[in-house]
């Protein structure tokens, strides 16, 4: 797993003023806490953050630099901006090498299902997973290989694969993905549909007609 230098800055503001005018600067207000430390409040730059996480995934492990301090660290509680989607806090948690950890990955489905080529459709039933793994060794995503689903077939987490040294902690049931056949109409269902209703509202209007007679 590749480690990603970031240069972090003191904040000794911690106002929302203080937040807005660090964004303005192009830098992410964050916090930096674990392993006993006093929690340290600090910005790091918006643009060598997206990169890193870009580079690395939402697990990349990071070298922040704070000063005479490097801290190894996960990026953890990210915030971004509903529209803009801009990073707008985060905080830092320190780890330490051959600490085990547990995170959230992707689940990145690969290769084509022979079933979707017959005409089923590609179900993704779980996105993300849970897994324990030594921090330096956290994957951006796990595997899950499609190319042998036919229309029918599932994928369920104990099939997966995840690299050496990781485990996964969700169900091995529980379906990742699956192809089911597509849906099809009977042959004239439509047609039928409009003739009873068409019948319905004939029917309607014959007895709206006797029903005014009857008053007259």
Sequence with gaps: ????QLAAEPRTDTGKGAARRARAGGRVPAVLYGHGIEPR???VDARDFGHALRSGGANALLQLQLGKDRHLALAREIQ????RGSYTHVDFLVVR????????VPVRLVGSAPGVVQGGVLDQDVHQLNVEAEV??????IDGDISGLQI???LRV?????PAGVTILDDHEAPVASVVA?????AGAEEEAAEAAGEAAGAGEAGGGAEAGEEA
Aim: glycine share 8%; proline share 13%.
């Design 158 to 162: 104990g099939d997966l694969k995840p």
């Design 182 to 186: 597509p849906t099809v109409e009977p």
């Design 152 to 154: 029918g077939d599932v």
């Design 1 to 4: 797993m590749s480690e990603y």
């Design 80 to 83: 971004r901006h509903p529209v």
């Design 136 to 141: 330096t060794i956290v994957p951006e995503a």
């Design 41 to 43: 409040h600090l910005t």
């Design 97 to 104: 090498r051959g600490e085990t950890v547990t995170v959230t």
